[in-house]
């Protein structure tokens, strides 16, 4: 019987191909492997034998089902439970997932749990990290474990994880547009049914994810960006992936929920934020200070990758360790918390928004800022510029530094790449020294050289 069945889901499915990808199935265990220590770091995991075991027992029932083109002897999955009260759940590359214990208490069936975790597997067969990676360039892969994590616990996956004025988007490897979205839904769907659920459940998921996440909004689903019509997409898929006797419940489904329901409450995610803040060692704190040389008039050339080219003054360094790539003179970087942070240079990189309106990108990416800086103005207008012959806007705002506790000047530029991701420059310098750097920043600007045939 379930070679026939096996056969008929073979001709009804709809066939997803893997995105091309530049990086081995080695890589993802590697950099998977990597994250998931730094995740178990910092993140509040839950030692608890019967919640672990029954996530495990799911995880592991999807994986028998995984097609055999998509499986990858060497990848190695794990499954575990993190003490949160929201509703999410993430996987790395090379298989480490993590479910929140806020993601089971709000499922109304073991389908639901199942169709979260089939979801976040399908990135994990389809290798959708190191694909999307494959787009990208070193400043993005970076030092991915810290990126990761701090995108994890900094919130929204997705979002700006701002570092003093360190503005990180650390989120390569987790984040992914519609079209890998509506690829992991469609392979989730036959993974489910392979592994005797009912694919219905996912698209039942979705609705029980907003009916329960209350006035803040549904996280998970604002992680997995909608590819339009996914209810109605998930159900046309799930009627032609016939499963008999499909699995909805079981007795430990209802077993770990009464179980947890009898725990301490999970923490919130800014409460676990807070711990892991406390519990950070990676590095002692080293506040950016003294002397600060102005920027030198003579320039330097760095190529990125394959994504841009810029000049920067000699007297600059590039930092290591950041998602994005950091140009900081002598004096104006360091340490807090185990986070970088500068008071004087740029930050260039790329943010992979949804939108392809550059005003609105731009509006999200401010918003990102804003949410990690409570003290940043919002920019009354945009000035239209041009960035390496391409339409751009500039934004000039200001904060209050974390390092110095003085007043700072943001001066954010956008354009926008083939792709339609946001390629931005920020400036970043204390406010009584903005005028010295206003020409400097420009010359940066100026210099820049888009690398994408756009």
Known sequence: MKQMLSAALLLAQTAITPPPNNYSPSDDVKLGLQAKAEAERQLPI???????SYVDGVGRRLVAAIPPELRHPEFRYSFEVVDVREINA????????????????????????????????????LRHGTAQA????????????????????????????????????GTAFLRFGREYERQADLEGTHIMARAGYDPRDMANVFKTIEEKSGAGGPEWLSDHPNPGNRYQYITEEAARLRVDNPQRNSQAFNDVRAHLQRLPPALTTEEATRNASRRSTSAPDRRPGGRVEPPSPHMTTY??????????PTNWRELPGSSAVTFAP???????????????GVEIGVARQETHDLD???????DSLARGNPGLSRPSRYRRIALDGRDGLQAVMTNASEATRRPETIVVYTTQLRD????????VVPRDESDLYE??????VESVRLMDGG
């Open 46 to 52: 839950l030692h608890d034998e019967l919640a672990t």
């Open 90 to 125: 993430f996987a790395l590359p090379g298989g480490p997932m993590f479910i929140n214990r806020g993601m089971i208490e709000a499922a109304g069936t073991e389908g639901e749990v199942a169709g979260v975790m089939a979801h976040e597997l399908s990135h994990v067969v």
């Open 134 to 169: 494959s787009k990208a360039t070193k400043y993005e892969i970076g030092e991915i474990a810290g990126a990761v994590v701090g995108a994890i616990i900094g919130g929204r996956i997705g979002s700006v994880v701002a570092q003093g004025t360190q503005f990180g988007l």
């Open 303 to 312: 190529t990125e990758g394959n994504v841009f080219r810029v000049s920067v």
């Open 330 to 344: 002598e004096g104006a970087y360091g340490q807090s918390n185990g986070q970088s942070m500068f008071t004087h």
């Open 360 to 366: 609105l990108a731009t509006s999200e990416l401010v």
């Open 420 to 427: 339609r991701s946001l390629f931005y420059v920020i400036g």
């Open 439 to 444: 020409r400097t920043f420009e010359r940066i």
